[in-house]
Nanobody, 128 residues
Framework: QVRLVESGGGLVQPGDSLRLSCAYS????????IGWFRQAPGKGREGVSY??????????YYADSVTGRFTISRDNAENTVYLQMNSLKPEDTAVYYC???????????????????WGQGTQVTVSS
């Protein structure tokens, strides 16, 4: 059974950094697009970032709201995807979910099917 397990969330102050990790259990996800969504209280789900598999050159996507502050990377040897979040803002407060799919359309196309696999989520709170 495919599992995605997030870690690294927490409570930080504005301007601080956090690194989220998403460990996946199935070697086959090495060929999947993997990334992050977030959902803040009372708001819809937002596709934050994804990284393609190496056979697609590891292309990355970032939502406008995080471009320049967040960096996604993947370590296939460790079956883990990371999201480095710098210069955090209160509006980054949300539950962050790791997800995996054969491609990245679920992150960018509101009419696309959601990703196939999801983690349980990790809370990120940015507050002074």
């Amino acid at each position: 059974q495919v599992r995605l397990v997030e870690s690294g969330g927490g409570l930080v102050q504005p301007g601080d950094s956090l690194r989220l990790s998403c460990a996946y259990s199935d070697f086959s996800l090495k060929w999947y697009t993997i990334g992050w969504f977030r959902q803040a209280p009372g708001k819809g789900r937002e596709g934050v970032s994804y990284i393609d598999s190496s056979d697609r050159d590891g292309s990355t996507y970032y939502a406008d709201s995080v471009t320049g502050r967040f960096t996604i990377s993947r370590d296939n040897a460790e079956n883990t995807v990371y999201l480095q979040m710098n210069s955090l803002k209160p509006e980054d407060t949300a539950v962050y979910y790791c997800a995996a799919d054969p491609d990245g359309r679920g992150w960018t196309d509101s009419g696309a099917l959601p990703p196939d696999y999801w983690g349980q989520g990790t809370q990120v709170t940015v507050s002074s």
